[in-house]
């Protein structure tokens, strides 16, 4: 993909001007922590430019009054960077964007994806389903935007070539949908994502009631301090948005290393008392379960962490007939 060869690291002046002028930075001011790290390579900078507008969820959608559908965002009609931003002919363009129309019947969302690897690799296997991915951080945004440029184009339901998967995969219904870049070559780019740089409180607290399978928070920042715990993404205050926008029997999936922190989450929950906890056993808190796919951070295991604790919840009622 030539316009994202670039190797050296730049920090632009142009760069750097164009994202403090970048509403998200400027308007949303409920994110704790860092929003930017290390320069960005040029790769990355042209990741943000070129990737994240294909697949950015548009502020003005984000009301916070539950009027957003999901599937919404998978159509056409509000495809809007899909129909006015890349570069192919009206026509083709049309074509893709009605091709992408009502694909996945299953909608997943991942709130402080880090880097995004669990996501991309949650794509590659499960190329049916909708995703929804919330980072903040530019620089694990970028490197997400940058995985799934890499995507094989899914030709007629193929998997195609150069597919990693560490488990046989479904069958896609997904359509193919290749960018050609401006005097470049091309970039396909799955059109069953879409993504926040910002905080996933915004998605959440818009989605419609029952329309979401699964809900990932990996590791989230645990805030150790008592006067922070107020930050902490899983809290009192958030577990009703969670409950509201997941479907019957839909999940609530929750890890961390941090002993405190899963103690608050599982507390948090049961206080909460409108999930049932699916674990039976000891073992299922302590593994993960059957299939996962390890986030970096659990990988890499934070200084001093022993032991993963995996909370797997589910909303009470049964999921809807099919
Ligand atoms: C400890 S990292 C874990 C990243 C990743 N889930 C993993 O396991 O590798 C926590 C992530 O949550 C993100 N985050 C913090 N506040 C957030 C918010 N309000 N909405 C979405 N993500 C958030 C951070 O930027 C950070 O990338």
Do not use: C
């Not at 799934?148 to 488990?167: A, K, R, W």
């Not at 959440?204 to 920042?221: G, K």
């Amino acid at each position: 993909m030539a316009a994202l060869a670039g190797k050296s690291w730049i920090s632009s002046a142009r760069f750097k001007k164009k994202l403090a002028e970048n509403k998200i930075f400027k308007e949303i001011k409920r994110v704790y922590g860092r929003r930017h790290g290390r320069p960005l390579s040029a790769s990355r900078q042209n990741a943000f430019e070129e990737i994240y507008p294909l697949v950015e969820i548009p502020l003005e959608l984000l009301t916070e009054q539950g009027n957003l559908d999901p599937f919404s965002l998978f159509t056409p009609l509000t495809r809007s960077s899909l129909r006015s931003n890349h570069p192919l002919p009206h026509g083709e363009r049309e074509e893709a964007a009605t091709a992408a129309e009502g694909e996945g019947e299953k909608t997943i969302l991942e709130i402080g994806f880090g880097n995004g690897e669990r996501l991309a690799e949650a794509m590659r296997r499960e190329p049916g389903a909708n995703y929804i991915g919330a980072e903040p951080f530019l620089n694990g945004m970028t490197a997400f935007l940058k995985n799934i440029s890499t995507f094989p184009s899914l030709e007629g339901g193929d998997q195609g070539e150069g597919v990693e998967s560490t488990e046989s995969t479904e069958k896609s219904n997904t359509p193919s949908l290749t960018l050609p870049l401006k005097g470049e070559g091309e970039m396909y780019i799955p059109p069953n994502i879409r993504a926040l740089m910002d905080d996933a409180l915004l998605i959440v607290r818009s989605l419609t009631d029952e329309s979401v399978d699964e809900i990932y928070i990996l590791n989230p920042d645990p805030w150790h301090k008592s006067r922070h715990h107020k930050r902490r993404i899983v809290r009192a205050e958030t577990l009703p948005d969670y409950h509201r926008i997941l479907k019957p029997g839909g999940k609530l999936i929750m890890t961390t290393d941090v002993v405190p922190l899963a103690d608050w989450m599982q507390t948090e929950t049961e206080i909460f008392g409108e999930f049932d906890w699916t674990a039976e056993t000891p073992a299922d808190w302590q593994n993960p379960p059957k299939n996962w796919i390890p986030t970096r951070y659990e990988t890499k295991k934070a200084k001093g962490a022993s032991k993963m604790t995996y909370l797997v919840y589910q909303k009470k009622g049964l999921p809807k007939a099919a």
